[in-house]
């Protein structure tokens, strides 16, 4: 599943929309379309995003005044949810169960494998395995 746009990995930074109007010299804000303004004022409007981001795990999730449904809202980083509050989304987030199968099986399925195998198999070689080296090395 591909992330939301309003959803950012922890590092990466908003990217200030160019208007696709060509006549229109201004700076939009990615998550609120009908926000713009020259640099400095989208920045500050981007700050005040910061201040109500959602961080969870790697991921941070933006306010999205986006039109995927009414009103301002947040993306669930794991599932694709929308909450119109910030507080309904944390709480979706402890529950949240496509973020937690995501986080918890993969790396616990990798490691407890290499090891235990390792020391299974170590089986003498049979009498016939031993044979058939012999007859490659022949
Ligand atoms: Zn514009
Ligand atoms: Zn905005
Ligand atoms: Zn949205
Ligand atoms: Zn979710």
Redesign the pocket.
């Known amino acids: 599943m591909s992330l ?1 746009s ?1 959803v950012l990995s922890s590092g990466q930074k908003p990217q200030y929309q160019r208007c696709p109007d060509p006549g229109c010299t201004l700076l939009h804000c990615p998550f609120c379309p009908q926000y713009n303004g020259d640099y400095a004022r989208v920045e500050t409007h981007i700050q005040s995003h910061l201040k109500m981001v959602v961080h969870h795990g790697e991921f941070l999730t933006y306010r ?1 005044n ?1 039109d ?2 009414k009103g301002s ?1 947040y ?1 669930c980083c794991g599932c694709g949810l ?1 909450f119109p509050r910030r507080n309904s989304l944390l709480r979706h987030l402890s529950t949240c169960q496509s973020q937690n199968s995501q986080g918890a099986n993969q790396r616990p399925e990798h490691q407890p494998q290499a090891h235990p195998v390792l020391d299974e198999v170590t089986p003498t070689p049979t009498s016939q395995q031993r044979q058939q080296l012999a007859d490659l090395l022949k």
Do not use: P
Request: aromatic share 0%.
């Open positions: 939301h309003s999205c986006l995927c449904r809202h993306h929308t």
